[in-house]
């Protein structure tokens, strides 16, 4: 299957500074990414949906200017939280469509800290 | 968003046995979909569902898409250790990926040996 590549997979970072996450479709091209926050326990919430060339569609109660998203290129999306704080401390998941009657990839994940 | 009622919400079963939880929706869905989630990774697609009624097997996973639209189930048989994990059940309104996903609960699976 398509293979979809998180980086970093943890990140510590201190309150105050920003952190960049990266989403990466190995094996294909993705016009669509979506970006998701998953609470210890918790199902997975989406944030945003990311297009190509376009602006990010952010779901409702998801500030777009905390949680930067940038879909640069068919193969990489990057979700940047900026000043962050201990409340943002989540497991970030991206997923990435293959075509449009096709199902997303999920990313393994990337937990964030911040202290 | 819309959220799914998953249940049971955690599962102890001993190693052999069989595995039923399903999900439900106050609306309808077009699409069905029953991930996998290990500890630190990333949901894997178990199975897709798209039409109502659909029953889908995949090795000792076992699918249906309720008749309503409105639900779904997932059964495990003989299971083993690997099963052990997070069972999530997403539900899509439209029948393209480039719509919403939206997911159940999850229901924890341990497995006794």
């Known amino acids: 299957g398509a293979v979809v590549s998180q980086h970093p997979s943890r990140v510590i970072c201190k309150s105050g500074t920003s952190v960049k996450i990266e989403c990466r479709s190995l094996?294909?091209?993705?016009?669509?990414m979506f970006w998701y926050r998953q609470f210890p326990k918790q199902s997975l919430m989406l944030m945003a949906t990311s297009n190509e060339g376009s602006k990010a569609t952010y779901e409702q109660g998801v500030e777009k200017d905390k949680f930067l998203i940038n879909h640069a290129s068919l193969t990489l999306s990057t979700l940047t939280v900026t000043s962050a704080h201990p409340e943002d401390s989540s497991f970030y998941i991206c997923?990435?469509?293959?075509?449009?009657?096709?199902?997303?990839?999920f990313g393994q994940g990337t937990r964030l800290t911040v202290v | 968003g819309q959220q799914l009622n998953q249940s049971p919400q955690s599962m102890f079963i001993q190693e052999g046995e069989d595995v039923s939880m399903n999900c439900t929706s106050s609306?309808?869905?077009?699409?069905w979909l029953w991930y996998k989630q290990e500890p630190g990774e990333g949901p894997v697609l178990l199975i897709a569902?798209?039409?109502?009624?659909e029953l889908t097997s995949n090795g000792r996973l076992t699918a249906q898409f309720g008749i309503t639209r409105k639900d779904s189930f997932l059964n495990i048989s003989a299971s083993i250790p690997s099963d052990v994990g997070i069972y999530f059940c997403?539900?899509?309104?439209?029948?393209?990926?480039?719509?919403?996903?939206?997911f159940g609960t999850g229901t924890r699976l341990t497995v006794i040996p």
């Open positions: 569902l798209y039409k109502a009624g």
């Open positions: 997403a539900g899509r309104p439209g029948r393209t990926g480039a719509n919403n996903l939206f």
């Open positions: 997923s990435a469509l293959v075509r449009a009657n096709t199902e997303a990839f």
């Open positions: 094996d294909f091209q993705a016009t669509t």
């Open positions: 609306s309808i869905f077009n699409t």
